[in-house]
């Protein structure tokens, strides 16, 4: 079982930067893909990021790639998403993510195995 607690959501001006961070609970961190996953209001939940249990593996949506990095720190049991020069469109709630079974197939929010309770991101001027 894994617990995650997703933070740093706020509102953030466009071309500005945020920084989310994932805590997760439990001494197995390491054993977990671990994705990003956003929504937006009356959108599908749709897939951000996604980092390999070792970190040497990352993909990145086409939305957000060049802008947003997704990386982990084992030590702390925690995945990080900077988001870097953000848009409106990037507003809405993200999630993070653990996912057992390796690598495969981490675009789809059904392969994940357990979830966070998400953070509100809001881009406006």
């Known amino acids: 079982q894994v617990q995650l607690v997703e933070s740093g959501g706020g509102l953030g001006q466009p071309g500005g930067s945020l920084r989310l961070s994932c805590a997760a609970s439990?001494?197995?961190?390491?054993?977990?893909?671990m994705g990003w996953f956003r929504q937006a209001p009356g959108k599908e939940r749709e897939f951000v990021a996604a980092?390999?249990?070792?970190?040497?593996?990352?993909d990145y949506a086409d939305s957000v790639k060049g802008r947003f990095t997704i990386s982990r720190d084992n030590t702390k049991n925690t995945v990080y998403l900077q988001m870097n020069s953000l848009k409106p469109e990037d507003t809405a709630v993200y999630y993070c993510?653990?996912?057992?079974?390796?690598?495969?197939?981490?675009?789809?929010?059904?392969?994940?195995?357990?979830w966070g309770q998400g953070t509100q991101v809001t881009v406006s001027s």
């Open positions: 993510a653990a996912k057992n079974a390796g690598y495969a197939n981490v675009w789809y929010r059904t392969a994940y195995d357990y």
């Open positions: 439990g001494r197995t961190f390491s054993s977990y893909a």
């Open positions: 980092i390999s249990r070792s970190g040497a593996g990352t």
